[in-house]
């Protein structure tokens, strides 16, 4: 388009005319701009060199004591010890080698602590005292005090310095805490400015952790007046910071101290809940470690060690470790059957030691097979061909679906870090996750726990928890906080018939107490404890049929043996206690049924069990292991302390 | 087409186009971004490193792009101007699928050798397309609600991509410098007017809901509003950075404490002392006498952008111009403004001044083009 030349022109006009009434507008900005420049810098000038003089250490913060955490009764689990160490300030240092090579001669100081020293100093302003050694004995601290005025920029502090009575007890539950790191700050969009005092201690893993925020507290805050050479003159307020919530787990530390002793040696995992409230009793991971050693920041070859330990020290297998059910899940493989009404109680199926699906055999683990079963009789002797059948009947979408409402393949809401979800595998999941056809053969293999399905020993141990009730039973791990007790929310019934749930638990009963029950030798005696449970067996290596024949596969290597499972809860006719083990590669000789009932009967008794409790056969093993179990002494009064 | 109206040979060509530079405006360029330097060795304890080395580079860099820029006729600028329009839209939605979060915002785009923020190549695109918008719509039809709804529309969708990254103050400078380009095009009064009223009122209707059952923001929303005002509410949350970017800034008084030695900065009781909040090492440092050379610098650069903008008979020269130059008023003036507690921190960083690469490549690409506007400039017909 040609436009006319006067037009431009013209246009021309308009946009200078604007354009001045623009730099008109921007001119009175840029005055007012000048105004408030003149007014700060040159009228309150005074006032603002006045402010920033004292800024120079005006404002220090006090930490707050965090948050403790008791057991269900009253049991100090996590505490704050008093911590006395020796601090530096750089401005006041002045010559700060010679300063740290003369502390050297009074504590004793390691040339990598001088180091980071030098190191935090460069970092941090120069009136930000910096930790040359915490962990000092009153001896060394006096001495520090003594010879302050040898010492310049160098001041005693006492501070407060988290640490766990129960060593290793609570390693995983509660966690530890350590010094905030570069990429915790990176994590957080508000940071409390709590965190930017160097080498303050935060929650790392565990409840620690996912209740940071209430067992932090809030800080208090000191203003402080100082002269020109930065010496405090006086304080001028003092504003008092909120300490961090105290808490009470549900898990009783004495049953928790018993298990993980009951399962020392192994890797293993056990928990206990409370079947009506949902409480988690215990809930250990063996071996465990000592968080101690994180909080005073662990060496490399402390941390190598952990690290390289074959047995995993460092994870918390009880919600964490995901393992493959075993026969542990024929109990949700029965109400499946049963819900779907492709099962009846009073079904009979006959084992012949295998049966045969789309041109495979499926072995039963007993290779001559059960002859005619009952779901009673399939439960009590573990026959795996009852189970494939039910399973065909049934399918596994039914299957899996009964595995998410006794709690398995579904993370579990608890503050704990590294929750599994576990698995209760679907056709779609499989497409998804493995794009392939779920075929038949993957039913058959899941109605045993094998295959795809995976399940954590809480989730075992929930499952239990709910077939013993008949409801949805939620886990809790939080008692009270601050002493107001948290309300236990009445859990939902299952949708299950209390027939079918019945007929499952008359099996689950056999399996303990009947002759013929896989295992008996488990069982408990005392008839107010009666207890009912499930074994499995889970298959890390594939057995041939030759390492089967030979008998080779009891010697095979320990990474190579199969994991031992055991669910059970007691009392029968009243359940209490639920109690899920899982020991690493088990192997033949099953420890994790006896590793349950002896869990079980501590919980039921509130403390060591008696030996009448116990099979007149087994009281003498139980006796030489109820000795060498190496327990923590809770009579010393330092770990027993009332509710804060 | 206007640019055929002018006879070319009027035009510089090849290399002495040189000669026809706005000579004035690369002096004051580099004397503000030497000020730049300044600061930058001044607030790393007196070193060239880790900021000001890397930004002397930088700015080298962004001179040979100023002259590259100048040297290509203007008009070749507006008929890419639609164009860039888009690469820099498309730019603004990648960034918002594959670009880094950074300040707890998503911003960058890693491009290996330097982190591309599409934000700020959207300032000047935008206000290329709406200078030849501007250019190619009649003059009487400029006024009419249809066509004032097309550039309101250009302007507020780059505006939404950038709000939701979240970037409030590249979001508003995208919003005023699209204003200042239709306002100097000639759009009616009425329609500022309106939007005025229309903001004005929206704050109170805002303000006045607090506590009432049809509260509009949320009550943490309204607590940040109150430590806005009143920083001392807060001295060690939201308000902390503001108090003591205030002290820093008054504390210099008439002549400042002397170069390096700003206590406020050396003793890190300053956020973003090498980027948002570099002004108030100056102030520190230089005190008064300064803050104000750098206003006054900045003032020159705005004065000598108009003049040429006014001096300009193509509509969309004098437009990129004015647009440009508009868009780089209200860079330095949020920034200090924020600093000196007249506006609230929305992170926006003093032009060629605080560190950071990509803001100072595209806005010397910008003056590239104000460079080519003033040499390309009609000329021989009076």
């Given amino acids: 388009m040609r436009r006319p030349p006067r037009e431009t022109e013209e246009s021309a006009r308009g946009i200078s005319r604007r354009a001045l009434l623009l730099g008109v507008g921007q001119t009175a900005l840029v005055a007012g701009l000048t105004l408030r420049m003149r007014q700060m810098q040159i009228v309150d000038a005074q006032q603002y060199r006045l402010l920033s003089d004292q800024n120079r250490i005006n404002i220090r913060l006090i930490p707050p004591a965090r948050g403790l955490i008791f057991d269900r009764n009253g049991i100090l689990l996590a505490g704050n010890e008093q911590n006395f160490s020796a601090v530096i300030v750089r401005e006041d240092a002045g010559d700060v080698p010679a300063v740290l090579q003369k502390l050297a001669q009074l504590i004793p100081l390691s040339q990598e602590e001088i180091d980071r020293t030098e190191r935090d100093l460069k970092r941090h302003s120069p009136f930000v005292p910096i930790t040359v050694s915490d962990r000092l004995s009153w001896d060394e601290l006096s001495r520090v005090a003594v010879n302050g005025p040898a010492l310049p920029g160098i001041s005693p502090e006492v501070g407060l310095s988290r640490y766990y009575p129960l060593v290793e007890d609570f390693a995983h539950v509660v966690g530890y805490v350590g010094p905030v790191s570069e990429s915790d700050l990176a994590h957080l969009t508000d940071p409390d400015p709590l965190l930017q005092i160097p080498k303050f201690q935060i929650g790392k893993v565990g409840f620690e952790a996912i209740e940071e925020d209430k067992l932090r507290g809030t800080a208090g805050l000191k203003r402080i007046e100082v002269n020109s050479v930065g010496r405090v003159m006086r304080e001028l307020d003092h504003k008092d910071g909120q300490p961090g919530e105290n808490f009470q787990l549900t898990i009783d530390a004495k049953l928790q101290d018993f298990a993980l002793a009951r399962l020392q040696n192994e890797s293993a995992a056990a928990v206990a809940i409370d079947v009506q409230s949902g409480d988690i009793l215990a809930s250990v991971s063996a071996p465990s470690f000592d968080p101690n050693k994180f909080v005073r920041g662990i060496s490399t070859a402390d941390y190598e060690a952990y690290n390289t330990n074959d047995h995993r020290p460092l994870v918390n297998k009880a919600v964490q470790g995901m393992y493959p059910p075993g026969s542990t899940y024929k109990i949700v493989t029965a109400l499946a059957g049963l819900k779907s009404g492709t099962l009846k109680p009073t079904d009979k199926i006959r084992c012949p030691g295998y049966i045969e699906v789309g041109g495979r055999k499926f072995h039963c683990w007993k290779s001559s097979g059960h002859g005619v079963l009952d779901l009673e009789g399939a439960l009590e002797q573990s026959c795996d061909v009852f189970f494939y059948t039910v399973a065909q009947r049934c399918g596994i979408e039914t299957i899996s679906e009964a595995a998410r409402t006794m709690g398995v393949g579904v993370r579990p809401d608890l503050p704990m870090t590294g929750l599994a979800e576990g698995l209760a595998p679907t056709k779609a999941w499989k497409l998804k996750n493995r794009k392939k056809e779920w075929l038949i053969g993957d039913t058959i293999n899941s109605a045993i726990g094998q295959g795809y399905v995976l399940a954590t020993p809480l989730q075992l141990a929930l499952m239990t928890a709910r077939l013993a009730t008949g409801q949805a039973v939620m886990p809790r791990l939080i008692k009270s906080v601050n002493g107001v007790d948290v309300p236990i929310v009445p859990p939902d019934p299952l949708p299950m018939q209390g027939a079918h749930l019945n007929a499952v638990r008359q099996g689950v009963w056999k399996v303990v107490n009947s002759i013929r029950g896989t295992a008996h030798g488990a069982r408990i005696e005392d008839p107010t404890m009666v207890m009912a449970g499930k074994t499995g067996t889970s298959q890390v290596h594939n057995i041939t049929a030759a390492e089967r024949a030979s008998g080779a596969y009891l010697n095979l290597p320990w990474k190579e043996r199969d994991h031992a499972l055991f669910v059970c809860y007691a009392p029968f006719d009243a359940p209490r206690v639920a109690v899920a083990t899982v020991v690493e590669h088990g192997g033949a000789d099953h420890q994790a049924a006896p590793m349950a009932r002896d869990i079980m009967l501590f919980a039921l008794t509130g403390g060591m069990p008696p030996l009448s409790a116990y099979p007149a056969g087994v009281r003498s093993t139980v006796e030489t292991l109820q000795k060498n179990l190496q327990l923590h002494d809770f009579s010393a009064e330092n770990t027993v302390k009332t509710r804060a | ?382």
């Avoid at chain 2, 001295?235 to 503001?242: D, K, N």
Wanted: aromatic residues 14%; hydrophobic residues 55%.
């Fill in chain 2, 1 to 382: 087409m206007s640019y055929l109206e002018y006879n070319l040979k009027t035009v510089p060509t090849g290399l002495a186009k040189a000669l026809y530079l706005n000579w004035a405006l690369v002096v004051l360029l580099t004397a503000v971004a030497s000020a730049g330097f300044l600061m930058l060795y001044s607030v790393a304890g007196g070193s060239l490193r880790p900021w000001a080395e890397p930004q002397m580079f930088r700015f080298a860099a962004g001179l040979l792009v100023m002259f590259a820029f100048g040297f290509v006729p203007i008009w070749y600028w507006r008929n890419i101007s639609g164009v860039a329009y888009l690469i820099s839209l498309m730019l603004l939605v990648l960034v918002d699928v594959a670009g880094s979060v950074g300040m707890g915002a998503q911003r960058w785009i890693n491009l290996g050798f330097m982190r591309l923020q599409p934000s700020e190549l959207a300032k000047i695109t935008l206000v290329m397309l709406l200078a030849s918008y501007y250019d190619w719509l009649d003059v009487k039809r400029v006024s009419r609600p249809f066509w004032v709804l097309i550039p309101v529309l250009l302007i507020l969708i780059p505006t939404a991509l950038v709000l939701k990254q979240p970037d409030l103050g590249t979001a508003l400078l995208l919003l005023m410098g699209g204003a200042v380009v239709m306002f100097v095009a000639g759009v009616s009064w009425w329609y500022f007017a309106a939007v005025g009223t229309l903001g004005v009122g929206l704050v109170a209707a805002v303000m006045m809901s607090r506590g009432t059952s049809w509260q509009l923001l949320k009550d943490y929303q309204f607590k940040r509003i109150d430590i806005f005002l009143d920083p001392g509410m807060d001295p060690l949350g939201a308000g902390y950075h503001i108090s003591q970017a205030k002290i820093a800034l008054g504390s210099g008084g008439w002549a400042g404490r002397g170069f390096l030695q700003g206590t406020q900065s050396r003793l890190n009781f300053l956020p973003e002392k090498h980027t948002d909040f570099i002004f108030t090492t100056l102030g520190e440092e230089f005190g008064f006498l300064g803050t104000t050379t750098l206003l006054v610098l900045y003032a020159l650069i705005i004065l000598f952008c108009l003049h040429s903008a006014m001096n300009n008979k193509d509509r969309f020269a004098s437009l990129l111009t004015v647009g440009v130059a508009a868009t780089f008023f209200f860079y330095f003036a949020v920034n200090m403004s924020m600093v000196m507690g007249l506006a609230p921190v929305v992170g926006v960083p003093l032009p060629l001044v605080s560190y950071g690469g990509s803001a100072m490549l595209v806005l010397m690409g910008a003056f590239g083009l104000v460079q080519s506007a003033h040499i390309h400039r009609p000329r021989g017909r009076r």
